[in-house]
């Protein structure tokens, strides 16, 4: 079983402030935070969700360890003397390198980072410290996991990890998009995120809301059919997602649009826009999906509608039906796209 508190006493003699804990599960990374309760201590998160679950994990230790909420770890200050970095076993590849590469550039020079990882053998994490730091220590396995720790030793270019696609519906032209790991439509558009955009009844001049908007390609097609200076409004709770849709909302020629960072979806104006795109995690928990149909009529105009793509018809299908009056469910690509519309009160 994981134990990270009992793999980070193998190194706790080497641990110097100011520490910085980067990423983890909320519980993984309050536990960390423990161990190094005696020292100050920054807890990194992408998702303001997970920050906010990773608050409360701290609390109930009795811990007011700081945690910040960025796109990147870069973004934070370079005076860390100690990295802490908790590895999931089904995390995202391409992340973890990421993770591991930005690490490195908040580090003081001599300073300690250190990985902790779920695999009793992990093949990934020796080499990337060893690309990174030049050499990695480790200690033996056992059931509770592994560690591994390197010194900064000199400086190196930073290396950004991203990928462009370009991506289209129907006839109009194709976009490009840039896309970072730990953030939805890394690498390509998705076939769920092409089903909502194909089912979606959207006209020119329409306000548009993008909820879970990952890098912005959703609401950035969806422009082209309502015109690129027509208002829409994008919402992650991913701090990099709301980085990226900025990045391509501009380069595509949007000139009317708002990035909000939510977890509540608390800071949407009540009866503001004609269509809601929703495209919530797959195989993530569904209480995603539920607050997104929850909270979407109140913010529909009357005669709006909602769209939202997933897996999970079946319970899903039910809640759209029991907040809007009715469900219409179309399934395309290996997906079902379900929509609630608002009714017009001169229709009642």
Not at 285 to 307: D, M, N, P, Q
């Amino acid at each position: 079983m994981f134990d990270v508190q009992h793999l980070l006493e193998t190194v706790y003699p080497k641990i110097q402030p100011p520490i910085i804990i980067v990423g983890g599960s909320p519980r993984v990374a309050a536990e960390c935070a423990l161990v190094v309760a005696d020292f100050p201590t920054v807890c990194f998160q992408m998702d303001v969700h997970q920050a906010e679950r990773l608050e409360r994990e701290l609390a109930e230790v009795g811990l007011s360890t700081e945690v910040r909420v960025t796109a990147d770890i870069w973004d934070l200050p370079n005076h860390f003397q100690t990295a802490i970095v908790p590895i999931q076993s089904h995390g995202e590849r391409e992340l973890k390198l990421d993770l591991m590469e930005q690490t490195y550039h908040v580090l003081q020079p001599k300073g300690l980072c250190i990985t902790v990882s779920e695999y009793t053998k992990d093949s990934l994490l020796p080499k990337v410290h060893k690309k990174l730091y030049g050499k990695c220590s480790e200690a033996p396995a056992n059931k509770k996991g592994s560690i591994f720790w390197s010194v900064r030793t000199d400086d190196r270019p930073r290396r950004r990890h991203e990928m462009t696609f370009r991506a289209r519906i129907g006839d109009i032209p194709s976009r490009e998009f840039v896309s970072r790991p730990g953030v939805f439509c890394y690498g390509s558009f998705d076939d769920g995120a092409r089903a909502l955009l194909e089912c979606a009844d959207i006209r020119p001049n329409e306000t548009i809301l993008d909820l879970g908007c990952g890098v912005g390609a959703v609401g950035i097609l969806a422009a082209e059919r309502t015109g690129l200076d027509a208002p829409i409004t994008f919402v992650d709770s991913n701090a990099r997602a709301i980085a990226l849709t900025e990045l391509n909302a501009k380069a595509n020629g949007l000139t009317n649009y708002t990035t909000i960072l939510s977890a509540r979806m608390a800071d949407l104006e009540e009866g503001h826009f004609d269509v809601i795109l929703a495209n919530p995690p797959y195989y993530a928990a569904s209480s995603i999906a539920e607050l997104f149909v929850r909270k979407s009529k109140a913010l529909l105009k009357s005669g709006g509608r909602f769209y939202l793509v997933t897996k999970q018809v079946n319970t899903l299908a039910p809640l759209v039906m029991e907040a809007f009056g009715d469900a219409i469910v179309m399934e395309t690509r290996g997906y079902h796209v379900i929509q609630g519309d608002r009714i017009m009160e001169s229709e009642r």
